[in-house]
Every structure is written in C-alpha cells, then in structure tokens.
C-alpha cells in the first residue's frame, strides 16, 4: 500500500540568497515501504528535509550507518545529503515531508528527534501547504510563508510539551531510569533527552532535592555497586571497571578511592581479612 499526495515547486527554480521550499509529500505506506536516496534535482548544497510522523513509525539511516527512530507524534530536520535510506517500521507510517533550502543560520538542532502531538490544526496547515504548492508552484514566497506556518506551529506545540516534561518529571523516575542504565556511561544530557527536558532541568531537580549533582549522583551508586561486586566475586578490577561503564580501570579506581579513601584491591583484601578475623 502507497498513497501519496505532493508538489514541486515550478521547475524547482529556487531564489538564490532566500529559503525556499521546494516540494512536500503526505505519504501512506505500509511494513514493506523502503526509498533509498539517490541523486536528483533536490540534491543541491543547503537542502534540508523535514520529516513528521502522523502515526504508525519509520527509521531514516544516515549516510554513517546511524539509524533514527521517528515514531507517532515526532519529527525532525535533516541535511538531506546525510540521508541514506527511509523505511516504514509499522504496518503503516503515515509521514509528511518536506525538502526546502535553507541559508539562513539554523535556530534548531538537525538530526534531533523532537515530539509533538498531532492534531487536526496542524492537519488542516499541512493541507494548506499541500494545496498551495499544487494549486500556485510558482509562487515561492507564498508558499514559504504557509510552510513557515505551519513549521512554527509545531514548534509552538513542541515547546508546549518540553514544558509540561520539565513541570511534571519526577526524581523518582529519573533515579529509577539511572539504576537501569548504571551499566552504561549514561550522561546527563542523555537522561534530558530521554526525558525530553533541558540538562538545567535536570540538574535542578537534584540539587533542590538530593542536594547533589546528577553526575555526582551517578557515580555514587556506581562506586556502591562496585562494593557490592568487589564484596561477593572475585571479578577483575578491569572487568568491574569495564562493567561499570568506566572508559578504563584507572579512571575507575582514581572514582573509587576519592569515593571511599582506598582503592578497589585494598578494599577486597580489607573485606577478605575483616571476614577471615570473624
């Protein structure tokens, strides 16, 4: 199944010095759609594509080999030129897309996966867009301005969403997301991207509430488990280390000994000999 509805705009002559949209799709497909990239009249230095999920869910892999998840209710901008690949990854991603030059200087973050909630305003926009570009191609900078509308309306709901995360997460759940990922070198900006608030949220909500930094935090519970590793295997330093996410058993041991004032072999013999004196 493929449904598609689209324009170009006239002969894709794009002013020179200004943004300028250059063709929109609303795409349907269903689990077996797959479009590999290829060279054509969109592939010129400066363009961009915006990709939205309505719903149902794709990937995009980059020219690295890196894969993007783009599931319902998100979307993206992207240098058209790092695309590879797109697929669908349901059983029907329905997706809006839109390839437009951009030569001012960016006020977002490309290749970040944002979230925003649909609705039937942002249906009847894209519908708007669609219509214009089919209706007037020529008309570039009509056509600019309903796609600046519509794009700036998902900001505003995107904004809309961050803010509400950053109110409502609760220490808790961030506590509980970071004992899941101790196994890992889990970063602060990784705990605010999953939560989808800003790093400063992050960190306030641990110093008004633990008093700590969220770093300070992380490494505290890694240097617990290191005890309780070192207490009850006779697992290698460099294992522990390598376990823990630690980039090496040096940087392990100099945590654990600003931690706890010896480091991890002087703290197993010290277990072994107080439980030999019992």
Known sequence: MYQCTWFYTSDLILPKDKNAVAAAWCVEADEFYRYEMQEDALSVKNMMCFVRTVSGAGTLTTTDSSVISLPENSYMVISRSKISSYQSADKVWKYYW?????????????????????????????????????QFPSEVEYINS???????YLRLRCAAVTHSAA?????????????????????????????????????????ETLHVSPKQ???????????????????????IADALG???????????????GCSPSAYRKKLAAEHHEK
């Open 246 to 260: 630690y980039y090496s058993a040096y940087h392990f041991s100099s945590a654990f000994q600003r931690r706890t």
């Open 98 to 134: 839109v390839d437009f030059v951009y030569r001012s200087p960016l006020t977002f973050k490309t290749e970040k996966v944002y979230t925003a909630p649909y609705s039937e305003r942002e249906r009847e926009l894209f519908s708007e867009l669609l219509e214009t570009g089919r």
């Open 167 to 207: 109110k409502n997460v609760k220490l808790s759940e961030v506590c509980t997301y970071i004992q899941q990922k101790l196994y890992s070198r889990l970063t602060v900006t990784e705990i605010a991207e999953f939560f989808n608030v800003s790093s400063r949220r992050i960190h306030q909500i641990f110093n």
């Open 146 to 152: 309903v796609f600046k509308h519509y794009f700036y």
């Open 217 to 239: 935090y992380i490494s505290d519970l890694k240097i617990e488990k290191a005890k309780q590793i070192l207490e009850k295997t006779s697992m290698p330093i460099i294992d």
